[in-house]
């Protein structure tokens, strides 16, 4: 009988994991990833390891001279998820790094140019505890209840940062790294009823100076204001598949205290298919599309491709 438990609180895990790991592309901040707020047994260690593919057109100020700007990148990306228990409540720790490849191609002042980047992005690090429901559990006691739960709601919050690791230049207006910290609290609600779960989170993008941009200029940003939506259905345990959809706005920049009038203001949506592999590993294909609704940003497709472990 023991090592039934055992072996039901190890599967348990995996699938619970892979309803979380996610690798979508880091470099843009409108990214709906489902399954933020799921209930994960206490003290396990999930690894992710993935792949994107993005092709974006960027729309920029006219007063750059810069046109029909187009971009492709290659993202190779690692994720680390701790789960443990924090003040009685579930909590865990998400460290992500992806490295990069990226080619930029358009029209200087009516001259073709392409320029390529590669090197490390920025590194990213989440600490999500959940407030209402979602109890500490680990092993069989975390075994027993996910078995018995068909109706339940969950609220957590978090703080995601964008750490300044990546690489950066500043006498180059393309880099990879962004040379400053984004603090991004969050809060969100997920609801499962059955095989259905509907999730909604919303966050706010707080950004610190970039002092260093551009030949000795001053970037600062505006806060941008995010919602993320999504709808998630189970066929059984670690097999699942999603839509989503997100919105941002704001996010207006100044260099040297210079405002651009660069207002973000952009939609996407996303679709996402996890299957098991066995009872300490799964993958994951995800497909995301972004639509500025201004004349500046970006429109980008990404396609991903991820696997997760339990260890």
Known sequence: MTNIYIRTSMTSLLLAALLYIGLSNPCFALEPEPSKWNH?????????????????????DPALLLEDVKLEMDSWVGKYVRTFELFDKSARFDLTQAYQEGDWTGLLDGVPAAVSRSGLADSLVRLAINLYGAPPLSGKKFAAYRSTVDVETIVGVALAVRLPTGEYMDDKLINLGNNRFVFRPQIGVIHTRGKWSAEVTGEVAFYTDNDEFFNGKTLEQKPLYIVHSHLIYKFRPGFWASMSAAYDYGG?????GVDKDDRRQEIAWAVNLAYPINNYSGFRLTYINTRTQESTGLDSDTIAASLSLLW
């Open 40 to 60: 994960l047994p206490v003290n396990g260690n999930i690894t992710g390891l993935g792949y994107a593919y993005t092709e974006a057109d960027i729309l920029l």
């Open 252 to 256: 207006e920049t100044s260099i040297n």
